[in-house]
């Protein structure tokens, strides 16, 4: 059997901001599911200890890169198909949680957000719908947040950015599963990581990235679009957005009152694993 052949093959997935938490667990949990996985973040240290970490569970295959540059992303992803073959599977979950005040508004922290979360998403997308559409099939998803469906404290830009990928991620689903890639979007809430600790979500239930991880896992092998979970997380995040402005502002400063001030936490984020990280 030729080289390419084999390339053309293996089942091989794509997981940006991989370098930590729900990204890093989810790349375990893939290789367990049979993936080659190809590991995507600026922190080139965090992606090789990933892989010596994961050196008895699969094949991780380093290319650094910041989703955030456009000719960066497309050089990725010319180097998986000149070097690895075909995409099974692109899992876009780099993010950043900046926590934002009203008072205190910087200009800095809206453009690097939406930099990452929105941008850095349609750099990744575009070459991986080019690939896969040549291909002729694919799977890609797109990691959001139960933030996304309504305006929390704290979190104008992050909410913002996750609002816009739900919103694109419905737009995009007629055409392309007209050409044969299918879209997901996923929602995790109440995931404990360092990001999630930045921002004043209601309270939930907390799960282990490991936990998110099996869940997105589950849920990539559905036929459904969305996956949200804790579910009871999502579907309260939904119903709210339904109530009257002002049941619906005072709800959210009640459920959020026990959270600590914003700007005490600012100080946890990490270079890449905390402050560029899908939550």
Same mark, same amino acid.
């Given at each position: ?5 084999? @390339? ?11 370098? $930590? ?7 375990? +949990? ?12 600026? /922190? ?48 876009? /979950? ?9 008072? #205190?508004?910087?200009?800095?922290? %809206?453009?690097?957000? %939406?930099?990452? /979360? ?8 575009? &070459?991986?719908?080019?690939?896969? @559409? ?23 830009? %992050?909410?913002?950015? @996750? ?7 419905? $737009?995009?689903? !007629? #055409? ?5 890639? +299918? ?18 979500? &209601?309270? $939930? ?19 459904? !679009?969305?996956?949200?979970? &804790?579910?009871? !997380?999502? !579907?309260?995040? @939904? ?31 990490? &270079? ?8």
């Amino acid at each position: 059997m030729s080289g390419k052949a084999q @390339k053309s093959e293996q089942k091989l997935a794509w997981v940006t901001g991989a370098s $930590s938490g729900i990204g890093r667990a989810l790349v375990h +949990r893939l290789l367990r599911d049979g993936y080659s996985v190809v590991v995507t973040s600026r /922190n080139h240290d965090k992606l090789v200890d990933l892989q010596h970490e994961a050196a008895g569970e699969g094949r991780v295959i380093v290319l650094d890169g910041d989703v955030a540059d456009a000719e960066d992303m497309e050089r990725v992803m010319a180097a998986i198909e000149y070097d690895h073959g075909r995409l099974s599977l692109v899992v876009l /979950n780099a993010g950043i949680a900046i926590p934002i005040r009203g008072d #205190d508004l910087q200009r800095e922290a %809206f453009e690097r957000t %939406f930099a990452v /979360n929105l941008g850095g998403v349609v750099n990744c997308l575009l &070459p991986a719908v080019t690939h896969m @559409k040549a291909q002729g099939h694919g799977h890609i998803a797109i990691v959001s947040s139960p933030a996304g469906y309504c305006g929390l404290p704290s979190s104008a830009a %992050f909410g913002a950015s @996750k609002a816009a990928l739900i919103n694109m991620a419905e $737009s995009l689903k !007629f #055409d392309l599963d007209r050409i044969g890639i +299918r879209l997901q979007i996923i929602c995790p809430g109440g995931v404990d990581t360092t990001g999630a600790a930045k921002l004043r979500f &209601p309270k $939930s239930s907390v799960l282990s990235a490991e936990d998110a991880a099996d869940r997105i896992a589950s849920g990539l092998k559905s036929r459904r !679009f969305e996956i949200a979970f &804790p579910r009871s !997380f999502a !579907f309260r995040a @939904k119903l709210m957005r339904l109530l009257p402005y002002g049941l619906y502002f005072r709800l959210l400063k009640w459920l959020t009152a026990d959270k600590p001030d914003v700007g005490a936490r600012a100080k946890h984020a990490g &270079p890449d694993g905390g402050s560029r990280q899908a939550v």
